[in-house]
Each structure stands twice: as structure tokens, then as C-alpha cells.
């Protein structure tokens, strides 16, 4: 029956056409520019019926995507015809007005029509539907994604609605799905629906949106979008409901990452934005809006638009009382704040740390320490704890207020990360503190370091070797150092140039500060740190030079002791 239905429906349609262009249009009295517009659009459908009817007669009586098409096709000609009629006569029966909206109506849906029609012949469901076979799973998943994109973009909103809850569930199901639908072109589609959409189909979007931004594979697509996608997403913080506005942080977490997009977000007020949400926000929006100033902040550039919003305030205050995921996120905000990056400290720097310590960010940080986390997420408090300390007189408020006993009981954690984070804590702790280097070398830190050196990655290997060289500037410290057996060897190994990514200046200066015992001095030479030294100084190597010098008066020195 449906096919008998269907195949009415074309051949009734360009019946319907034929009707309009040959007789009704000619006889048209009233508004025929407007006529001459709707004629271009009933010859393209015109166009587009015949390919129904020549190219695909079996997908057209089975799609059901072309069925319901067709279907709202014909209705929409049976209206052409009568209001054509309508405007025949010299006097319109209906009023100027009203016939002239009408008309504005019927033009937009014949050009609604002509778009879907050309959609649906483009994106080949047309053709699978001719032919009748066995597929793998994957294969299915990939034509289901090609159908609801299709479906995104034709027939009614209602139809979109529907269909936009399908693929969100399609795509919750499994990562795959999404690097499939992907790979159909989705993310162009949902980018589109954006601008147009009622607002519960705009809210789906924003979640399959922020969905597709969770599979790393997939997130190269969304950032070829630019600021489309971005001014969107922005303007969705502003105005979108509670679950809408946690689903674009979500997505703006992926967006950030990148400088052209933390400027963009900086420059059209979205910091201020997600402050805004950090404050009153969800719990859920909150930690995701968190996230996202997260990664902005990593962004020297963008640092001044936290400091007039006051950000610090609202940071530290979510850091005191979010959930545990926002207040990881905003203390990772406020380390990324206070982190030095590759430049030279500047006063602005040192102010935002001042202020940091100012509102409270010292405390807030001992409580996030004390507050029972997972050792995973101590790793922002870490980094935090050294980017304040690179400021010297910050660096003793901290001592004072015992984070040294704080960062020796991470330094032997099981988690790398946190160990690494650690070690450069402990650097950047002690190269400015006499007192901080006496108290970590008796609460063991030499030997956990030790133990580091012979890690297996080289960022574990540096950050052992960059702590005990500034840790080993206490003369209590190198007597505990050259305790170990380990130590010396251990550092000299981290000489060797084929030791590639790491910076070699580190162990150099290590040994530089132990090169003065006869004992340590004889292992060096034993372990091959004469060579290893040696290449370093052609390599300009700073401290490489006079390590080897001394090195080289040993063995002098040696050769005369002997009898």
C-alpha cells in the first residue's frame, strides 16, 4: 500500500507542477515578482521529482525520510495551486496583506523544500536503500549516523528534535560511534542547528556537542569550526539554562586549549562569564567553567582579563568550597595564574602572587593539601606551592607556615607525576631559603631525590637532579648525599650526552658541590664523569668547565700523594 501511495505521490506532485507552471502562474494577476521567484523554485523541484522517479524508484517508496518528504511536498503544491488562484483575479479576495504573507510563506517552504530534496540526493541514503545487504556492525553504525545527520537537516523542527535525541543516545552508547558520526560530517550539521534552532533543540546540540568533545580524536574538528563555534558556545553561558551552560564548559574546555581561542574567549568577555558561573553556577557548570579558566589561564596573555575581573577572589573562594573537582580545577586556575612559564619574572607576576597570598590563597592551599584528596590531585597543589615560592619572601611565608613537611611526605608517592612536581617544589623552595634546605634535608628529602635519579623516565631523572643541586648547597645535605653509594653514580650517569632531554646543567652543578671530597671525587672518576664532562664542555654546557678542571686536579693531586 505504501508504495502505491508513494508513487501517487510523485507522479499527483508533478502533475500538481505541471498544473502550476503550464496554466495557473500565466494567469496570475497580483504580486508577480513574487510569483517569478516561486516559478525558479517549482521548476528545481520539478528537477528534483523526476530524479525520484527516474534515478531511485526503489528508495523513494522505501525511505522513509523521502516518504514523509514527498508526502509535505504534495501539500505544499495542492497550497500553491489555490493561492495562485487567489491572485488571478484583479481584486484579491483575501486582502493585500494577507495573501502577500502567504505567499512570503510558501516561497520560504518551497525553498525548504528544494534543500532538503538536494540534501537527501547528497548524502547517498538513497542509494543504500536501493540495494538490499548484509553489513557489518560498524557499517550500520556508520549509515545510522549518515540517516541522522540527513534528518538534522531536512523536514520539520520537531523532525530535527527527534532526530538530535537519537543520535545524542547513538553517540552515548560508545566513543566509536562518535569518531564515525564524525567522520559523516556531524559536527558542520550541529555547528548549523546553532544559529536557527528552538531553544530545546539548541540546548541537544550543545550536548552532543560537548559530547563529541570528550573523545580526543574527535576534538581537531571542533576547533576547525573557529569562532563559529566558539561565539555559540559563549553566548550560551549567558543565556542558556543550568544543564545547557555545564555542557558548553564542557566543550570550551576542548576549545580553550589553543592561544587564538583563549584570546577570542578573553576578548568577548567569557571570563568574566565563567566567573560569573564559578559563583552561582551548578555544582556540575561550576567545575566544567572551572576547567575551562584552567586552561585559559596557562596563557600569559590572557592573565590580565583575571586580574580585572578580580578573578583570585572568586578562584580561592571556589577552591575553599566547591566539590572536589572544582576545587582541583581552581587551584590547577591558580597555579596556572601564578606559574613564571618561560618569561622573566615581572612585577605584574609577583603582584598577582602578592595577591594571591593576600586573599587567603596560602590557607586555601594548606586546606585543599590537608582536606584528605587523592594523591592525584595533589599535583595542582604542588605546582601551585612552587610558583609561589619562585618569589623569595613568599617562598619563607610558606616554610613558616610548614609545607616543607607538607612536600616531603609527597616527594616518595607512588603517582610519577606528583613525585616529579615535587622535586621542582623542592628546587624552587630552596634556592631562595637556607632554612628550607636545612629542614628538608632532615625530614630525608636527599634520599628520596637519590631514589629519583635512577628513574626510569629523564623528566623524573632532571627534576631529582635540579632539587639536590640546590638542596646540596647545605654542607648537612651532602653529608647525607655521599652516604648513599648510589648518589654520585647515579648523577654521573645523567652526564652521559647520549642522555637526550635533560638538562644537563643540573647534575653538572650537583656535582659541582661535591666534587671537593676525595671520596666522592674518586667515584666520579670511576664512573666515567671525566668523558661524559668533557663532551659537555664542547657542547658549552654551563659549569661543565670547571667541574672537569677539578676533576682534572684530583687525578694531579692523586699522583703526587703517592709515595
Given at each position: 500500500m505504501k508504495d502505491s501511495t508513494e508513487t501517487d505521490a510523485i507522479s499527483g506532485s508533478l502533475n500538481l507542477l505541471s498544473t502550476l507552471l503550464d496554466s495557473e502562474l500565466p494567469s496570475v494577476r497580483n504580486f508577480k515578482g513574487k510569483w517569478s521567484l516561486a516559478r525558479v523554485k517549482l521548476t528545481q523541484l520539478?528537477?528534483?521529482?523526476?530524479?525520484?522517479?527516474?534515478?531511485?524508484?526503489?528508495?523513494?517508496?522505501?525511505?522513509?525520510?523521502?516518504?514523509?518528504?514527498?508526502?509535505?511536498?504534495?501539500?505544499?503544491?495542492?497550497?500553491?495551486v489555490s493561492l495562485s488562484k487567489t491572485c488571478q483575479p484583479e481584486t484579491l479576495p483575501n486582502g493585500k496583506l494577507k495573501t502577500q504573507s502567504d505567499l512570503n510563506s510558501?516561497?520560504?517552504?518551497?525553498?525548504?523544500?528544494?534543500?532538503?530534496?538536494?540534501?537527501?540526493?547528497?548524502?547517498?541514503?538513497?542509494l543504500e536503500n536501493s540495494v538490499s545487504v548484509s553489513v557489518s556492525k560498524r557499517e550500520a553504525i556508520r549509515s545510522e549516523s549518515r540517516s541522522l545527520i540527513t534528518r538534522l537537516q531536512i523536514g520539520s523542527p520537531e523532525s530535527k528534535a527527534s532526530a538530535m535525541d537519537s543520535l545524542l543516545g547513538l553517540l552515548q552508547e560508545d566513543d566509536k560511534n562518535v569518531t564515525i558520526a564524525v567522520a559523516q560530517g556531524v559536527v558542520p550539521v550541529l555547528v548549523r542547528l546553532l544559529d536557527s534552532s528552538p531553544s530545546e533543540t539548541k540546548?541537544?546540540?550543545?550536548?552532543?556537542?560537548?559530547?563529541?568533545?570528550?573523545?580526543?580524536?574527535?576534538?581537531?574538528?571542533?576547533?576547525?569550526?573557529?569562532l563559529l563555534l566558539l561565539n555559540h558556545l559563549l553566548r550560551v553561558l549567558d543565556s542558556g539554562s543550568g544543564f545547557a551552560i555545564e555542557k558548553a564548559c564542557?566543550?570550551?574546555?576542548?576549545?580553550?586549549?589553543?592561544?587564538?581561542n583563549a584570546r577570542a574567549i578573553g576578548s568577548r568577555g567569557g571570563i568574566s562569564s565563567l566567573l560569573e558561573i564559578c559563583q552561582a553556577g551548578t555544582p556540575g557548570a561550576q567545575a566544567s567553567a572551572a576547567a575551562v579558566l584552567r586552561n585559559l589561564a596557562a596563557f600569559e596573555e590572557i592573565r590580565v582579563n583575571f586580574v580585572e575581573e578580580n578573578a583570585v577572589v572568586v578562584l580561592i573562594a571556589l577552591a575553599s568550597s566547591g566539590t572536589a573537582v572544582a576545587r582541583e580545577n581552581a587551584v590547577g586556575?591558580?597555579?596556572?595564574?601564578?606559574?613564571?612559564?618561560?618569561?622573566?619574572?615581572?612585577?605584574?607576576?609577583?603582584?598577582?602572587?602578592?595577591?594571591?597570598?593576600?586573599?587567603?590563597?596560602?590557607?586555601?592551599l594548606k586546606n585543599y593539601w590537608d582536606s584528605g584528596n587523592q594523591i592525584q590531585s595533589l599535583e595542582v597543589a604542588v605546582e601551585m606551592l612552587r610558583h609561589l615560592a619562585e618569589s623569595g619572601p613568599i617562598g619563607e611565608v610558606l616554610v613558616g607556615e610548614g609545607f616543607v613537611q607538607r612536600l616531603v611526605g609527597v616527594l616518595n608517592c607512588e603517582v610519577l607525576a606528583v613525585r616529579i612536581a615535587a622535586a621542582r617544589a623542592v628546587y624552587a623552595l630552596g634556592l631562595n631559603s637556607g632554612r628550607?634546605?636545612?629542614?628538608?634535608?632532615?625530614?630525608?628529602?636527599?634520599?628520596?631525590?637519590?631514589?629519583?635519579?635512577?628513574?626510569?623516565?629523564?623528566?623524573?631523572?632532571?627534576?631529582s637532579a635540579m632539587a639536590l643541586s640546590v638542596l646540596l648547597m647545605h654542607p648537612a645535605n651532602r653529608r647525607i648525599f655521599r652516604k648513599d653509594e648510589r648518589g654520585v653514580v647515579s648523577a654521573v650517569h645523567l652526564l652521559n650526552p647520549s642522555l637526550?632531554?635533560?638538562?644537563?646543567?643540573?647534575?653538572?652543578?650537583?656535582?659541582?658541590?661535591?666534587?671537593?671530597?676525595?671520596?666522592?671525587?674518586?667515584?666520579?672518576?670511576?664512573?666515567?664523569?671525566?668523558?661524559?664532562?668533557?663532551?659537555?664542555?664542547?657542547?658549552?654546557?654551563?659549569?661543565?668547565?670547571?667541574?672537569?678542571?677539578?676533576?682534572?686536579r684530583g687525578k694531579i693531586w692523586g699522583v703526587f700523594a703517592r709515595p
Amino acid at each position: 500500500m505504501k508504495d502505491s501511495t508513494e508513487t501517487d505521490a510523485i507522479s499527483g506532485s508533478l502533475n500538481l507542477l505541471s498544473t502550476l507552471l503550464d496554466s495557473e502562474l500565466p494567469s496570475v494577476r497580483n504580486f508577480k515578482g513574487k510569483w517569478s521567484l516561486a516559478r525558479v523554485k517549482l521548476t528545481q523541484l520539478q528537477t528534483h521529482l523526476t530524479d525520484f522517479s527516474a534515478e531511485f524508484p526503489n528508495a523513494s517508496t522505501s525511505n522513509p525520510l523521502s516518504f514523509h518528504l514527498l508526502h509535505s511536498i504534495s501539500q505544499t503544491l495542492n497550497d500553491a495551486v489555490s493561492l495562485s488562484k487567489t491572485c488571478q483575479p484583479e481584486t484579491l479576495p483575501n486582502g493585500k496583506l494577507k495573501t502577500q504573507s502567504d505567499l512570503n510563506s510558501l516561497l520560504a517552504t518551497l525553498d525548504r523544500h528544494v534543500s532538503d530534496c538536494d540534501i537527501l540526493f547528497r548524502s547517498g541514503l538513497l542509494l543504500e536503500n536501493s540495494v538490499s545487504v548484509s553489513v557489518s556492525k560498524r557499517e550500520a553504525i556508520r549509515s545510522e549516523s549518515r540517516s541522522l545527520i540527513t534528518r538534522l537537516q531536512i523536514g520539520s523542527p520537531e523532525s530535527k528534535a527527534s532526530a538530535m535525541d537519537s543520535l545524542l543516545g547513538l553517540l552515548q552508547e560508545d566513543d566509536k560511534n562518535v569518531t564515525i558520526a564524525v567522520a559523516q560530517g556531524v559536527v558542520p550539521v550541529l555547528v548549523r542547528l546553532l544559529d536557527s534552532s528552538p531553544s530545546e533543540t539548541k540546548e541537544k546540540t550543545v550536548a552532543t556537542i560537548s559530547k563529541i568533545s570528550t573523545v580526543e580524536s574527535a576534538k581537531s574538528v571542533l576547533l576547525a569550526e573557529g569562532l563559529l563555534l566558539l561565539n555559540h558556545l559563549l553566548r550560551v553561558l549567558d543565556s542558556g539554562s543550568g544543564f545547557a551552560i555545564e555542557k558548553a564548559c564542557i566543550a570550551l574546555r576542548a576549545l580553550s586549549l589553543t592561544k587564538e581561542n583563549a584570546r577570542a574567549i578573553g576578548s568577548r568577555g567569557g571570563i568574566s562569564s565563567l566567573l560569573e558561573i564559578c559563583q552561582a553556577g551548578t555544582p556540575g557548570a561550576q567545575a566544567s567553567a572551572a576547567a575551562v579558566l584552567r586552561n585559559l589561564a596557562a596563557f600569559e596573555e590572557i592573565r590580565v582579563n583575571f586580574v580585572e575581573e578580580n578573578a583570585v577572589v572568586v578562584l580561592i573562594a571556589l577552591a575553599s568550597s566547591g566539590t572536589a573537582v572544582a576545587r582541583e580545577n581552581a587551584v590547577g586556575c591558580l597555579s596556572n595564574l601564578t606559574n613564571s612559564g618561560s618569561s622573566e619574572e615581572a612585577d605584574g607576576l609577583l603582584n598577582l602572587r602578592v595577591m594571591v597570598v593576600k586573599e587567603g590563597g596560602v590557607e586555601c592551599l594548606k586546606n585543599y593539601w590537608d582536606s584528605g584528596n587523592q594523591i592525584q590531585s595533589l599535583e595542582v597543589a604542588v605546582e601551585m606551592l612552587r610558583h609561589l615560592a619562585e618569589s623569595g619572601p613568599i617562598g619563607e611565608v610558606l616554610v613558616g607556615e610548614g609545607f616543607v613537611q607538607r612536600l616531603v611526605g609527597v616527594l616518595n608517592c607512588e603517582v610519577l607525576a606528583v613525585r616529579i612536581a615535587a622535586a621542582r617544589a623542592v628546587y624552587a623552595l630552596g634556592l631562595n631559603s637556607g632554612r628550607a634546605r636545612k629542614e628538608m634535608g632532615e625530614l630525608g628529602c636527599v634520599l628520596g631525590l637519590i631514589k629519583m635519579l635512577d628513574g626510569k623516565g629523564v623528566e623524573e631523572k632532571e627534576a631529582s637532579a635540579m632539587a639536590l643541586s640546590v638542596l646540596l648547597m647545605h654542607p648537612a645535605n651532602r653529608r647525607i648525599f655521599r652516604k648513599d653509594e648510589r648518589g654520585v653514580v647515579s648523577a654521573v650517569h645523567l652526564l652521559n650526552p647520549s642522555l637526550q632531554g635533560l638538562d644537563k646543567k643540573y647534575p653538572v652543578s650537583l656535582l659541582a658541590l661535591l666534587v671537593h671530597s676525595k671520596s666522592c671525587r674518586k667515584q666520579m672518576v670511576a664512573a666515567g664523569a671525566c668523558v661524559h664532562t668533557q663532551k659537555l664542555v664542547e657542547m658549552d654546557v654551563p659549569g661543565s668547565k670547571k667541574l672537569l678542571e677539578s676533576l682534572g686536579r684530583g687525578k694531579i693531586w692523586g699522583v703526587f700523594a703517592r709515595p
